[in-house]
């Protein structure tokens, strides 16, 4: 089976603009998960989709948001991007309570 | 509020010796735990998990763990280290009362292996 994919791997935005990644789970998986990892706050939950729906939210402002197709893909999308965004963007899928990680997006604001 | 603890920020073994990292959770109930492996620019790999019953699980490259409920601990252990497993490893736990996936991470434990 493949794993889980993330496009693109590396992105640079400047301040104010927006962005969209998209992670596309193990084939099967109905749940995604999106966390973000800085240096600073280490790996925090934004929040997971199942079946098209936001089952969990984690603390993060209005300016994140996600969708889930019916395929299982999911995006999230960032908005009026401020620096401190700048981080690794993990997608994770899961079929039961094991997530299983993808690659990554390194979103840099400049 | 639900925490992981991983209290050692670095930690350098030389190859071959032994290696213990610890981990603390703290959670109303007993949370599934698990273990991830990260390589610079890398996922997450899962080296191993934790959801009942036997308290020494068994994981993936020569790594076990042990779930200590009297000390809430899931402690990372592997009996000779070798260069290869210079990495960054997390401890993470997640509810069994919620529904759904949603980690709770510690701070990370950093390894370096000596030649």
């Known amino acids: 089976k493949a794993g889980v994919t993330q496009t693109p791997r590396y992105l640079i935005k400047t301040r104010g603009q927006q962005v969209t990644l998209s992670c596309s789970p193990i084939?099967?998986?109905?749940?995604v998960s999106w966390y973000q990892q800085t240096p600073g706050q280490g790996l925090q939950f934004l929040f997971e989709y199942f079946s098209e729906t936001q089952r969990n939210k984690g603390n993060f402002p209005g300016r994140f948001s996600g969708r889930q197709f019916s395929n299982s893909r999911s995006e999230m999308n960032v908005s009026t991007l401020e620096l401190g965004d700048s981080a690794l963007y993990l997608c994770a899928s899961s079929a039961t309570n094991e997530q299983f990680f993808g690659p990554g997006t390194r979103l840099t604001v400049l | 509020a639900q925490s992981v603890t991983q209290p050692d920020i670095h930690i350098t073994v030389s190859e071959g010796a032994s290696l213990e990292l610890r981990c603390n959770y703290s959670y109303g109930a007993t949370p599934y735990l698990f273990w991830y492996v990260q390589s610079p620019g890398q996922g997450l790999q899962l080296l191993l998990k934790?959801?009942?019953?036997?308290?020494l699980v068994q994981g993936i490259k020569g790594f076990e763990a042990e779930f200590k409920r009297s000390q809430s601990s899931f402690n990372l252990r592997k009996p000779s280290v070798h260069w290869s497993d210079a990495a960054e490893y997390f401890c993470a736990g997640d509810d069994p009362n919620n529904a759904g996936n949603m980690l709770t991470f510690g701070g990370g434990t950093r390894l370096m292996v000596k030649p």
């Open positions: 084939s099967g998986h109905r749940s």
């Open positions: 934790y959801f009942s019953g036997d308290t």
